[in-house]
């Protein structure tokens, strides 16, 4: 009987934990200072293990993916972004992936499925930033500000997105 109950209690969780496209934009001040605050504050590594400062990549546009191996919107959605970011390679565009996992698992997963992607390692807590199921993606403009948020996952390479990105 106990493990029907822990079979349903993780079927509901993976349910609730990941979402599919859902745009929430970037329109509550309050929150957004939030977020920008945490996310500067926030420590980041790559795989090797060094510090990653988000604020660095002011000057730049950035797309910081906040993902999980065992999410399935969020590994649906890397090969859109993985062509997104070889569209925008000359268009001063960043694409971060952001996962609180080991780093063990999260070079597992890089190394067994190669997208090619910039992979980083999350030290903080999702909740500070009010992520509440994956995949979330934030967007800044060149000035370090965030101005999109976008909570389930996307067509990345799509018409639209590319234009959006490209016009930040």
């Known amino acids: 009987m106990n493990s029907r ?3 349903w209690v993780s079927f509901a969780f993976l349910i609730v934990s990941c979402k599919e496209d859902v745009k929430t934009g970037a329109t509550n001040e309050a929150a957004n200072d939030v977020v920008k605050a945490v996310v500067s504050e926030v420590l980041y590594e790559d795989l090797e293990g060094n510090e990653v ?3 660095s990549f ?6 910081l993916n906040y993902w999980a191996t065992w999410c399935k919107p ?3 959605e890397m090969p859109a972004m993985a062509r997104a970011q070889e569209l ?3 268009d001063n565009v960043v694409f971060l992936f952001a996962s609180d996992q080991s780093l063990e698992k999260i070079i597992t997963f890089r ?3 190669q997208f090619g ?3 980083i390692k999350f030290n903080g807590a999702y909740a500070d930033l009010e992520i509440t199921a994956l995949p979330v993606t934030l967007i800044y403009n060149e000035a370090g500000e965030q101005v999109e948020r976008y909570e389930g996952g996307k067509i990345w390479d799509a018409d639209e997105m590319i234009t959006m990105l490209k016009e930040l």
């Open 5 to 7: 109950i822990l079979i």
């Open 53 to 55: 400062v988000i604020e």
């Open 58 to 63: 002011k000057g730049k546009k950035l797309v």
């Open 74 to 76: 969020c590994i649906e």
């Open 88 to 90: 925008l390679k000359d």
């Open 111 to 113: 190394d067994k499925r």
């Open 117 to 119: 992607l910039d992979f």
